[in-house]
């Protein structure tokens, strides 16, 4: 996630005010671009599905795989966060950030991107 919508050539993580979990090493990253923390299992396999949950009342970030909640990623962190995707080589990307099509980790379902607004019915 991103606190800004100014294009960067950095990757999310490595970016002031920026968290990620990159796919290359499971590591997460919040504000450092030199090398994260260590924090889960790689990812990138045909099928994959990551997600990424935030509490704003406590500044809690999260993320998941394949629909299992990984544990919280980094605490304290208060921003206005804007969904990013990035690569560094060609690959396809499928995105749901309204959740329009049901999301895959079952804490989120019935909420929007922002994950505390109650999607309409």
């Known amino acids: 996630m ?6 960067t050539i950095r990757f999310p993580g490595w970016h ?3 968290v990620a979990y990159h796919s290359d090493d499971g590591n997460k990253f919040c504000n450092n671009s030199y090398g994260g923390q260590s924090y889960s299992e790689t990812w990138g396999e ?6 990424c949950g935030y509490y704003p009342q406590t500044g ?4 998941t795989k394949n629909g299992k909640n990984l544990g919280n990623a980094f605490c304290g962190v208060r921003h206005t966060w ?8 060609k690959c396809r990307i499928e995105c749901n950030f309204s959740g329009e099509k049901e999301f895959e980790y079952k804490g989120a379902r019935n909420n929007n991107v922002a ?3 109650p999607k309409k019915a």
């Open 46 to 51: 045909i099928g994959d599905v990551i997600g």
């Open 115 to 117: 994950g505390y607004f």
């Open 82 to 89: 804007f969904p990013a995707v990035s690569s560094d080589n």
């Open 16 to 18: 002031k005010e920026s």
């Open 2 to 7: 991103i606190t800004n919508l100014k294009i």
């Open 60 to 63: 809690i970030v999260f993320f």
